[in-house]
């Protein structure tokens, strides 16, 4: 009766009588043997129907895919909503229902039917799938619905376009549903639809999906904008290479977002994003360079945190992948975003900018002495404000990063960083009190662990930010290597390893006096350190299972004995042997020292019984 092939008037009269009962009180029966039975007919009524089926398919198409929703039952979507506390396992599952669901009688026939979808079709359909794309309480429903706007976009792209701009809308508000399945469903489809789209649609969704990583501050929202690139980029390239000055910043800037156990996965998103619409890092930067250099400043400001944080990462790669072929007028401005950004109070992820600081020191520092040399007191001002910070973790990274950049552009600033830390270091007047600090701090043992965790960044900024001029060297020797001393016994391994580190520095840039064989007081000196540096290196080398303080330690070992041997002093060779010779023996009868250690040390004491035969 509904047959094609039995003539167009009776077979249309057919359908038009069959279909409504069919739809709107078989599949909606809350009894399921009527609703197996109407849709058993359903199937058999489009499959010989056919194209009687084209005026149809509007009311046809969203009933089945909101019967695919209603027939799935409730328990899923309960247990799917008990696990919203677990967005991964939660989208996972919700996947997995949707790819179910496209096997399920109803879907077969949407699928079957949709072949007869002309433009006439969808002028009714396309209101319909958006009702369902914007409302439908089913995820399996909604998810249908997105899976024939895909295949629409391949079967009928001429006819889609009219129609492209409206379920475009829909699929966009929709990346901000709660369920991340639903999310990740319409980004793929919105990727599918830019096949259809007119030009002016992609310029808006791209602005939009711009502003929405900008300015949103839910994480589920930038993840959506992450999956919609990357859909765009999997099924319509062109596109997006069509656009990529406005989609690669976007994604140079999140791939610096700060990795965590739930962001792993968008921020390969964003990497495969980043990677494919480039020709590789340097090569990204440096073909979207202007368009980054405009983005920056706008995350910097952003009120968010974790964007201003973002935002520093990527300035600091800039400078590292630029290296020296960075503009100076590139470098220029990025130094200036950082000071600016340094203004005001503390905030979480705000060490970032003093990192990317160091980073622009690191890899152009003589450009940065060109573009700081009006203004380097500027820089050196806010590099030692924020040291002074009260926030722990966050002043050591200021130490830290202060130290390298005051290393890299050779700033004499020693005497401002050694007067804004010695007080929280030990002198050697406290060494009978207790190990580290004075004996007040120790009585609480919280305020002594933050005293060590200080000194640790104290340490390393001291040991970068060791000055090159000599008389600022000689004036500040005595009373650093004085806190080495008193420091090395009592601490933590951490801060052992950051001593040697510092010791090394120290002893790099230290020349024995010009006038050491003729000054008393000079030899006196000179004799009052070595005594020093050789009890420090003695009580490290002693230090069991630290593999790595002991390398380093033999290192500086082998710094002071080059410093021995410029001295051609007897007096400094026998009195520094006869403090080390006893850790050295330790060192090469401890069955646990590595080979290579054991080796090194028997050829810095081979050296210095050679030093002494020399000198006698």
């Given amino acids: 009766m509904c047959d094609a092939t039995s003539g167009s008037k009776s077979g249309e009269a057919a359908v038009k009588a069959i279909l409504p009962p069919l739809l709107e009180k078989g599949l909606t029966s809350t009894v399921s043997e009527v609703r197996a039975v109407c849709l058993a007919t359903l199937m058999k009524v489009t499959k010989s129907a056919g194209p009687l089926l084209a005026p149809h398919l509007g009311v046809l198409i969203p009933a089945l895919l909101e019967a695919t929703g209603e027939m799935e039952g409730q328990q899923l979507n309960y247990i ?7 967005q991964d396992v939660q989208e996972k599952l919700d996947s997995a229902r949707m790819a179910a669901s496209r096997s399920t009688p109803t879907m077969e026939c949407v699928n079957y039917v949709l072949q007869y979808v002309d433009s006439s079709a969808l002028t009714l359909l396309v209101p319909r799938l958006v009702d369902i794309i914007r409302g439908n309480p089913s995820i399996v429903s909604r998810g249908g619905a997105a899976h024939v706007v895909t295949t629409l976009t391949h079967q009928c792209p001429l006819d889609l376009q009219a ?24 980004a793929g489809c919105i990727g599918h639809l830019m096949r259809t789209a007119k030009d002016s649609s992609k310029e808006k969704l791209f602005n939009k999906l711009k502003a929405w990583y900008m300015e949103k501050e839910d994480d589920a929202n930038r993840a959506a904008v992450a999956f919609t690139f990357q859909a765009v980029n999997r099924h319509n390239p062109d596109v997006m290479k069509a656009y990529a000055s406005a989609a690669m910043p976007i994604a140079f800037l999140a791939m610096h977002e700060e990795k965590n156990t739930t962001n792993t996965e968008v921020l390969e998103v964003w990497e495969e994003v980043w990677l494919d619409g480039t020709p590789g890092s340097e090569g990204g930067i440096r073909l979207y360079q202007t368009e980054i250099m405009d983005l920056l400043p706008q995350a910097l400001c952003s009120n968010q945190w974790p964007v201003k944080a973002q935002a520093a990462r990527a300035i600091g790669t800039v400078a590292t992948k630029l290296g020296g072929t960075i503009q100076p007028a590139v470098q220029k401005r990025l130094i200036g975003l950082l000071l600016t950004g340094l203004e005001g109070r503390t905030w979480d992820g705000k060490e970032c900018l003093l990192r990317s600081l160091a980073d622009i020191a690191t890899s152009g ?8 040399k009006e203004e380097m007191d500027k820089l050196v001002e806010a590099l030692l404000k924020e040291c002074r910070k009260s926030k722990l973790e966050y002043r050591i990274i200021a130490l830290e990063s202060t130290g390298t950049i005051f290393n890299e552009l050779k700033l004499d600033r020693f005497k401002e960083i050694y007067e804004m830390v010695a007080d929280h270091l030990p002198k050697p007047a406290d060494e009978d009190e207790k190990e580290n600090g004075n004996k007040d701090d120790m009585d609480d043992q919280e305020t002594s662990q933050k005293q060590l965790e200080l000194q640790y960044g104290i340490l390393t900024c001291l040991g970068l930010a060791w000055p090159e001029t000599k008389e600022t060297a000689e004036a500040y020797l005595g009373k650093v290597v004085d806190h080495l001393e008193t420091m090395a016994q009592g601490t933590t391994r951490k801060n052992q390893l950051a001593i040697v580190k510092c010791l090394g520095n120290v002893l790099k840039n230290w020349k024995i006096p010009v006038d050491f064989a003729s000054n008393q007081a000079s030899k006196d000196s000179c004799g009052e350190i070595f005594s020093k540096i050789a009890k420090i290196i003695s009580t490290l080398l002693l230090i069991p299972k630290y593999a790595q303080l002991r390398t380093e330690t033999l290192q500086v070992l082998s710094q002071a004995i080059k410093l021995l041997v410029d001295s051609k002093s007897s007096d400094l060779v026998s009195l520094f042997k006869d403090e080390i010779t006893k850790s050295l023996d330790g060192v090469i009868k401890d069955l646990g020292s590595d080979p290579n250690t054991k080796t090194t040390a028997r050829d810095l004491k081979t050296a210095l019984n050679n030093l002494t035969e020399e000198k006698n």
């Fill in 80 to 86: 799917s909503t008990r696990l919203g506390v677990d």
């Fill in 365 to 372: 520092a003589e450009m940065m002495v060109a573009n700081m």
């Fill in 163 to 186: 129609f492209t701009g409206k379920l475009l809308s829909a699929f966009l508000n929709g990346l901000s549903d709660r369920n991340p399945a639903v999310r990740i469903s319409y």
